[in-house]
């Protein structure tokens, strides 16, 4: 086996493979060749290359989401590593880990005019959970140095599921090979158990869970099988709990309440206060919808708890208390000495309530001309089961809060930060080591943002991007202010002409189109069939139309 003949680039290899980091994603350059040769040459690794260093860290980021295991990212110095920032804060914001490797110059030659530098030193700040500068040279102690500071880096990224950064400089010459190992090999890390479970806060919780009437479970973002079925039927029978679920929250039984929105937003000031939970309960990532964040704002619970196993976010600004245990874990504990509230209609009211609103959502979608909200409704008439299905950000994901997904497919958005921005790459990287056949909705402004996405060698055949092309930022026609005017088409809702038919002739997708309620029944059938090669259908819809019917149907639903 070869390896490259710079202790440093030996060591940085040497500990990723003893802690069993297997993907690495690598974007061409000339300062990283050192690690570039330690990883291509070595069969422990699965690494890919991916120029557009932004699509290449989503790309990563998408592995990683799917596997709950660290990728690294490998690029050259200067700014390549700057085009890595966006995905690295939404894997600090999501709890996904990444580890960066970036080659740099050696010290002495930072800040003297020499090319294709920067100050790469902690560069992504409060976004990393660990960050280490390493230094160049052969000297024992600087190796010394050097192991220790990989180490704390590497062990911090596998106990706290988040990005880390490792600069790593190199002199020239940086192509040099050998067939020996110059550093001794390093063990694997250890991995602390996060779980916590604190006796004390048992009993306060118990008690709460007893007294009050109204109890309210909300679950932001979750990954497939988080909770048993043990744990999912527990939640389900207490008529005291109301368990709102978001279409990220992979989480479904009949007792409990999807499609958010849906609920809240026909709701008046007495209904809300018949809503108003005296406990809040929240478990999971971020939530997406703004109408029940700023409901438990203005009717807050007496109490609010997070369960989990890493930051507990004051969403509503009155946190209580945080238990550091993973939810499965921790319901699963207590669950036999947690007694239901007696006599509460809470969960069982509101059911009737929601089932009305079922009714009504369904008689609307009978209705309605061809728009966006209608597009999202023919897709679930068609969906098969089993996908993995990825969401672009922005109107995509709002749209799809308000239905009822199927219960095999599994869900994700990039929510950490809600950017438009690598979409697309995630959800690449995510069908790369997913067995299963991926679905990707997505909306125009953020697909062709991303289009460097598609300029990837490892596409799998099972990949479908469904396009919704409103011509511009539609959701910016359903905020407050002035629309049809030449400044907001410019600035706001910034209106184009494109479409995707020569992006996919490019880069090997089959390409699908429709832009009426009949082209698109059909399509759906030819694009859920094909399975021989990536295929994209891009839905037209009627950008000046879109936003009075999602208005209406709000109004509908009341």
Request: charged share 20%; with cysteine.
């Amino acid at each position: 086996m070869q390896y490259s003949n710079i202790p440093l680039a030996q060591m940085v290899v040497a500990y990723c493979e003893a802690n069993k980091i297997q993907h690495i994603v690598i974007s061409p350059g000339s300062r990283n060749a050192p690690l570039t040769i330690g990883f291509t040459f070595n069969p422990s690794f699965k690494c890919y290359s991916i120029v557009d260093e932004r699509c290449a860290a989503f790309f990563a980021l998408g592995i990683a989401q799917q596997l709950q295991e660290p990728v690294a990212l490998l690029c050259t110095s200067g700014s390549a590593l700057l085009n890595y920032y966006p995905a690295i804060s939404e894997a600090f914001f999501s709890d996904i880990p990444l580890v960066v490797l970036s080659a740099d110059r050696p010290e002495d030659r930072i800040g003297i005019g020499d090319g294709q530098t920067i100050y790469q030193e902690n560069v992504y700040g409060k976004h990393v959970v660990a960050a280490a500068n390493l230094k160049s040279g052969i000297d024992s102690g600087l190796l010394e140095h050097n192991a220790r500071e990989i180490e704390r880096t590497l062990s911090t990224c596998l106990k706290s599921n988040g990005p880390v950064h490792i600069n790593v400089p190199f002199n020239e010459p940086l192509y040099g090979r050998t067939d020996k190992l110059l550093v001794p090999l390093p063990k694997a890390l250890t991995q602390e158990q996060h779980s916590k479970l604190d006796s004390e806060q048992e009993r306060r919780f118990n008690e709460l869970w007893k007294t009050s009437k109204k109890k309210m479970l909300l679950v932001g973002v979750l990954n497939p099988n988080e909770l048993d079925q043990e744990v999912i039927d527990f939640l389900a029978q207490d008529d005291g709990l109301m368990v709102f679920t978001e279409t990220t929250s992979n989480l479904v039984n009949d007792e409990f309440f999807p499609s958010i929105d849906k609920i809240i937003a026909p709701l008046n000031e007495s209904g809300f206060k018949d809503l108003q939970p005296d406990l809040l309960v929240t478990m999971g990532g971020l939530v997406v919808s703004k109408k029940i964040k700023a409901f438990l704002r203005d009717f807050p619970a007496k109490e609010h708890w997070h369960i989990g196993t890493n930051r507990a976010n004051d969403t509503f600004f009155y946190l209580t208390e945080h238990v550091t245990a993973s939810p499965n874990a921790w319901f699963k504990k207590i669950k036999t000495n947690l007694q239901s509230t007696d006599n509460s209609t809470y969960r069982t009211s509101w059911k009737k309530i929601a089932n009305h609103r079922d009714m009504l959502h369904n008689d609307y979608m009978k209705e309605i001309p061809f728009s966006d909200l209608l597009v999202f409704h023919m897709l679930l008439q068609q969906l098969p089961k089993d996908l993995l299905i990825q969401m672009g950000n922005s109107s995509t994901i709002r749209y799809a809060q308000l239905f009822r997904w199927n219960h095999n497919s599994s869900m994700f958005c990039n929510r950490g930060t809600s950017g438009i921005d690598g979409s697309t790459s995630t959800a690449i990287g995510a069908a790369v080591v997913s067995r299963r056949a991926t679905l990707f909705v997505t909306g125009d402004l953020s697909f062709f943002y991303d289009s460097n996405a598609l300029w990837n060698n490892y596409i799998p055949n099972n990949f479908k991007i469904l396009l919704i092309n409103n011509s511009g930022g539609g959701i910016f026609r359903i905020l407050p202010g002035h629309k049809n005017t030449d400044n907001f088409d410019t600035y706001f809702e910034t209106k184009h002409h494109l479409n995707a038919q020569h992006l996919c002739k490019m880069f090997g997708f089959q390409y699908l189109s429709a832009s009426n309620e009949a082209d698109l029944n059909n399509q759906l059938k030819t694009f859920f069939r094909i399975e021989d090669t990536p295929v994209l259908l891009e839905v037209s819809t009627p950008s000046q139309l879109n936003d009075e019917v999602l208005l209406n149907y709000f109004e509908f639903i009341k």
